[in-house]
Every structure is written in structure tokens, then in C-alpha cells.
């Protein structure tokens, strides 16, 4: 994603400034064309990167050589137009939060801005109102660099359109890293909760072992996390070590952990969206995580995004054998637990009041844990010893053959105090000021529905 399409579609792109000013730009030309064009499979069917959310923005590359292509023909070729490029971008609009960040999976740093400078050239090409919107939204939020480009992309013309009455506020993307996306309304602001997920198999592009992670956002503000990258790239993170790192081992993520063991590794160890549905009320999704574990007969997530702040995740794991069993909830704060299993995360007067429930299983032992950097995988590519973070994490333990666990969230605006969960006779409740909600388990069954 970086040689071809910089080296090689650079080469072409000085061959069509050149033309016929020097004898080799047609060879240049005919060297990068037929490579460029390849590249395009590179996305999946519905626009997905092939490397994580936080690198793709490196589509700016073959954007910048079809744009120039597009002149280079004197606008009777627009490629920019086809696929891949106007499918990618909306795959890159749904894992955009506010009030600026992208959805935080694998290497990135975690307040990393959209890469939108490129959506001029799209929005360009295609007419699209949406596009638009999204480059004259993001293209000069806290972007460290200024593409010159963009003065030649950017079409004025264009009447930009935000996406509140014309696309869906969920949406899953099976290929690659299988992401998905839930979020209350397109308030670029503060929207009151952005839910992400993901499936995939960990071994994309600077991918992590967190296939099933779901991060919750609430008013701007992270509350249940992705830890991103490590504080700089270590010599042996892109070898056999990869994993030592937490922040790419399944460790560090949202996710079961079976006999404090890594997930396997393949493109074949893949996490499957089972469904995915999405409507006014919400979204809910189911993933089928069995591929990715050694040792299990079935390993599943579902997670259930009301839209007025209320989020289930449901995750049963049959075993081979009795193991260790570990799922953990990464907090943006220090965050710790009662003896009910409940928890309170805060961040800027936004608060997600939490619980874990134990549904089948051995009695389980629940606990505020942190992170710490273990010798010698504690240091830069330059030998500089990291700085730990003792970045926090919820994490519940238990030892059995068959595991359920129910995770109950919250979201509480800044001017309301939060209250716990409550077990009451038909399942959990919430109340939220203005109604109240009721988490309810039958069989496979996960059900947010407000009370009477």
C-alpha cells in the first residue's frame, strides 16, 4: 500500500507531467498504468482497506495518480468514479467518531484525525453532495500536513450534504477486517454513543489479535477503548514477537482470552459476521469467533446498540476442556469494579455506568487490573524504554468448560448523574431520566427494550 502505489504510481504520474518533454515518460507511463489499475482489488467487495482503519488513508496514493490520469486524458477517463474509491470513502466516513478521531483498531495512534484531504478528489469525480461534506467537515481537523494537491482537487461547485437524511446510522462491512459501525444520529460533534465492532482475523495490515473488539463512545468522549499502537514501533514488533506487545496481543483488547493463550493466526483464523441488522431503534450484530481460538468447539459475541445510550454484549464460549477464562473492558479511566460487578467510567463529565453478569459458568472473580511493559519487550526500534501507561482495564476470570457473560453498559450525558444497573425479576435494568430500560437473555435470545 505504500511502495506501489507511492514508488511506482509516482513514477507514473511524473511520466504524465512530463509527455512528450522527455523520451522515457511513455515507458514510465506504461510501467505504473496496468500496476495501478491491479491495485484496486486490494479493497473488498463494499469498499474495506485491507490494512487497518488508522492506515487507510494511504488511499490518497492511487488517488493522487488517478487524479492526475483524470487529467492526463483530458477528463475522458474518470476512473476515480469506479470502484473502489467512492465505496472506501463511505467505508472511511462510518469508522469516523466525534468530534474528529477514526475507529482505533490495530497500529494507531488512538486520537488520530481523519486523512480526509483526498475526499476533494473523490467528491470531485463522483458529484457526491456526501463527499463533500465529509472533506469541507474533516480535512482541516487537526491534519498535521496540508496536501498542495487539494487547491487542484476541490470543486466548489459542489453543494455539500450532510448524511443525517440520507444514510443509515449503522452499518457492517464483512471483508478484511469485517468493521462495523453503530452510532445515535451523524452529529459531528457530540452524538450521544458511537458503538464500533469488528470481526477479521488480526493478520491484516498492522492488524491486531482483536477480532469481536467493540468500543464504546459516548458525547465525544472514549469510554470503553482500543489501546492502538505501542508508544513507538518496537525492532521485533513485525516479527515473531508481534504479540509479546499487548497492545496487539489479545490481551489488550475487549475480547475473551482462554488459558491466557494468543488467538491463532491466518487469514483462515477469521471471524465471521453471522448477521447484522440495523434500524431507528439501533443495531445488532452477531460474530462467529470460533476460528480464531484453539481448544473450543464455539466461541460467539453478539452486541445489541439501543440508540438512547443502552449497550449489550452477550459472549458464550464452549471449550474442549476446562480452561482459564478471562474477558476483559478496557476503560479510559481507572475505573473499579463493586462486588456486584458494576463499574462507573467517566471522561469530561461523560459516564457509562457498567456491569458483568456471570449467566453460565463457575463463580467468577472480577477486578480493576493494569498493563505494564515486560522486559526486553519494552523498548523502541531505537532502544528507547517505553514509558508505560498503566493504561486499566475491568477484567473477569473464571475457570469451566461452558462460559456466558453479559456485559451491560450506559451512556450518561455530562449534566446527568449516572445510576447503576439493577437486577430486577425479568432481567436488568437502567434507568436513563426520561425512560428506563430493561436487558433481557432467552436462550440465544439479547433483548434492550424499554420499560413499561
Known amino acids: 500500500n505504500n511502495w506501489q502505489t507511492c514508488v511506482v504510481g509516482g513514477l507514473g504520474v511524473a511520466g504524465m507531467a512530463l509527455r512528450e518533454d522527455h523520451p522515457a515518460s511513455g515507458r514510465l507511463i506504461d510501467l505504473a498504468h496496468e500496476r495501478m489499475l491491479a491495485y484496486r482489488a486490494v479493497y473488498g467487495a463494499e469498499g474495506e482497506f485491507n490494512e487497518n482503519v488508522g492506515y487507510a488513508a494511504a488511499t490518497r496514493l492511487p488517488v493522487i495518480y488517478l487524479s492526475a490520469h483524470r487529467y492526463y486524458t483530458e477528463g475522458t477517463e474518470n476512473m476515480l468514479a469506479d470502484h473502489p474509491f467512492p465505496a472506501t470513502c463511505l467505508w472511511y466516513l462510518y469508522m469516523t467518531t466525534p468530534p474528529g478521531r477514526i475507529a482505533a483498531f490495530g497500529d494507531i495512534h488512538i486520537d488520530a484525525p481523519p486523512g480526509a484531504d483526498y475526499y476533494a478528489a473523490v467528491a470531485a469525480a463522483t458529484r457526491d453532495r456526501l463527499l463533500q461534506w465529509y472533506y469541507l467537515t474533516y480535512a482541516q481537523q487537526g491534519q498535521s500536513r496540508v496536501n498542495p494537491l487539494e487547491l487542484l482537487w476541490y470543486d466548489e ?23 462495523i459501525s453503530s452510532r445515535t444520529d451523524w452529529h459531528t460533534e457530540k452524538t450521544p454513543t458511537v458503538v464500533f465492532g469488528k470481526a477479521g482475523h488480526g493478520s491484516e ?27 513507538m514501533y518496537p525492532t521485533d514488533f513485525f516479527g515473531k514477537n508481534r504479540y509479546q506487545y499487548y497492545n496487539a496481543g489479545v490481551a489488550g483488547h475487549n475480547i475473551f482470552m482462554f488459558k491466557e493463550q494468543e488467538m491463532a493466526t491466518g487469514e483462515t483464523c477469521r471471524a465471521e459476521i453471522l448477521s447484522a441488522d440495523f434500524d431507528d431503534r439501533g443495531g445488532v450484530w452477531s460474530i462467529d469467533l ?118 451491560l453498559f450506559a451512556v450518561f450525558p455530562p449534566d446527568q448523574i449516572p445510576v447503576p444497573w439493577q437486577v430486577t425479576r425479568t432481567g436488568w435494568a437502567i434507568n436513563l431520566g426520561k425512560a428506563s430500560y430493561i436487558v433481557h437473555v432467552a436462550s440465544d435470545d439479547l433483548l434492550v427494550l424499554e420499560a413499561n
Do not use: M
Open 290 to 407: 470460533t476460528a480464531c481460538y484453539e481448544g473450543v468447539h464455539d466461541v460467539r459475541r453478539k452486541v445489541v446498540h439501543h440508540k438512547t445510550g443502552v449497550i449489550a454484549v452477550l459472549d458464550t464460549a464452549r471449550l474442549i476442556e476446562p480452561q482459564n477464562i478471562s474477558l476483559r473492558w478496557h476503560t479510559v479511566d481507572k475505573a473499579t469494579p463493586d462486588d456486584t460487578g458494576n463499574f462507573e467510567v467517566s471522561s469530561n463529565g461523560v459516564h457509562l455506568s457498567a456491569r458483568i453478569v456471570c449467566l453460565q459458568g463457575a463463580q467468577f472473580t472480577i477486578q480493576r487490573r493494569e498493563h505494564a511493559y515486560q522486559v526486553p519487550f519494552n523498548k523502541g526500534r531505537l532502544g528507547d524504554v517505553f514509558e508505560d501507561r498503566h493504561e486499566s482495564y475491568i477484567e473477569a476470570c473464571l475457570t469451566d468448560q461452558i462460559c456466558t457473560l453479559l456485559s
Open 205 to 231: 495490515g498492522h492488524g491486531h489479535h482483536d477480532a469481536g473488539q467493540v468500543c464504546i463512545d459516548g458525547y465525544g468522549e472514549r469510554l470503553i477503548v482500543d489501546l492502538g499502537s505501542p508508544p
Open 157 to 179: 461547485t459542489i453543494t455539500p450534504q450532510a448524511p443525517d437524511s440520507r444514510l443509515p446510522t449503522g452499518r457492517a462491512f464483512p471483508g478484511h477486517s469485517g468493521c
